[in-house]
């Protein structure tokens, strides 16, 4: 059986998502693996140890594994996490040369980092998802330390296949950074129908004790980057003034608590104490209810390398209006199954909310529209794509030499 190295330096499938740096890439994660162990390729996923109490191993199913790699002060910050690399690198060294895998596949530009240098200790083929990009944020205005565009720089160059989320994300890991286009190949994650799927709003409502108008939802991280002041900055100019708006998520990021202050000052401000309904992060499960639940969902991100929250949505019937970035572009079909905005403007993302909310027959439409698109996303799908990636690399034994 193939024998995949799944490297997660600094994010854990078995962690809540939607709190702290736990997001859509611990989802991704759990879920890929999942699937390619259901596929035929055995997987261990390295991550770094965050709390004394976790077990060294832990098999979360046959063929998938998380091992905890005591890497650092249990309690550091994702800023100082460039500092344990080679800590870590040096660690699964150790590990893989009694338990040797067949590929490597990186995830995050820190992952990717370890990975780079294993693949030339090991000679081992390379696989590497960023999910996030240092020169796609710094166009958005985001800060990124040089230490991180340097280092993805370096990985690019020499992982033997990129994978890109999404056709938005191959484009740009060719133009910003130079990636030959034949190494880069577009797999898109995918949804799990079994939980994500349409179902009565009413009773989902009445499950998370929702009992008034219109509902906005908002789904993620409480982060600047994530534009969570642009969703109340719209909720202020519906049309609707029953309209509610949900945050499900948490604070994340040096910049969250601030960021969560800030956005409860707005919030007073505009007049909209009442209608602002703050959730604490949920069971990744538990999100279908408030998918069905609600009457549209909002994603103002400066940027995304996909967007799983959309997908998600999309599989239980709920339109999506969404910044037109990233795979956003791709999940969203601008005035089909819901509305893409191409500027930071709040009044933009209530025209489009309005349009929903204000006719039932025409969110109808957009609901159908979106849980036929998500149909085409199964994990499956990616596993397959990868499981067939790993073995053409194993098969070729002739991993890139960047040296």
Not at 72 to 98: A, C, H
Not at 250 to 273: C, F, H, K, P, Y
Request: charged share 20%; with cysteine; aromatic share 6%.
């Amino acid at each position: 059986m193939l024998h995949a190295g799944i490297i997660s330096l600094h994010t854990s499938p078995l962690t809540q998502p939607g709190a702290g740096d736990s997001g859509g890439m611990n989802v991704y994660i759990r879920e890929f693996v999942s699937s390619l162990t259901q596929a035929g390729v055995s997987c261990d996923v390295f991550v770094r140890r965050w709390t004394d109490e976790l077990d060294p191993i832990v098999e979360v199913e046959p063929g998938f594994r998380v091992i905890h790699v005591p890497a650092g002060p249990v309690d550091m910050r994702k800023e100082e996490l460039p500092g344990i690399v080679d800590e870590f690198t040096e660690w699964m060294l150790n590990w893989l040369s009694d338990e040797p895998v067949d590929v490597l596949h990186a995830n995050y530009w820190l992952s990717g980092a370890v990975g780079h240098q294993l693949k030339h200790v090991l000679n081992l083929p390379l696989v590497t998802t960023f999910h996030t990009l240092a020169r796609v944020k710094a166009e958005m205005g985001d800060h990124e330390p040089a230490v991180r565009m340097e280092a993805e720089a370096k990985v690019v160059a020499c992982s033997d296949v990129l994978v890109a989320n999404a056709e938005e994300e191959r484009r740009q890991l060719v133009e910003l950074y130079g990636a030959e286009p034949h190494r880069v190949e577009v797999v898109a994650p995918g949804v799990d129908r079994a939980f994500f799927s349409p179902g009565a709003r009413g009773g989902a409502r009445a499950a998370i004790g929702y009992e008034g108008g219109p509902l906005v939802l908002f789904v993620g991280r409480i982060q600047p980057l994530k534009g969570v002041d642009i969703a109340v900055q719209a909720l202020a100019q519906l049309a609707d003034p029953t309209a509610t708006l949900m945050i499900v998520g948490g604070a994340s990021g040096q910049e969250g608590d601030t960021e969560v202050r800030r956005i409860t000052e707005m919030i007073e401000a505009l007049g909209l104490g009442q209608r602002v309904v703050f959730v604490d992060p949920q069971p990744h499960y538990a999100l279908s209810t408030y998918y069905r639940a609600a009457d549209v969902l909002v994603m103002p991100s400066r940027s995304e390398s996909f967007g799983l929250v959309a997908l998600e949505a999309a599989a239980c019937g709920v339109p999506v209006v969404a910044a037109a970035v990233g795979g956003l572009r791709t999940l969203v079909q601008d005035g089909t199954t819901g509305y893409l905005i191409d500027e930071r403007d709040p009044a933009r993302y209530a025209e489009a909310i309005d349009r929903i909310i204000g006719d039932g027959e025409h969110r109808a439409a957009l609901a159908a529209a979106a849980e036929v698109t998500a149909s085409r996303y199964p994990w499956s799908g990616l596993a397959g794509r990868l499981r067939r990636i790993y073995l053409d690399l194993v098969e070729a034994a002739s991993p890139v030499d960047c040296s």
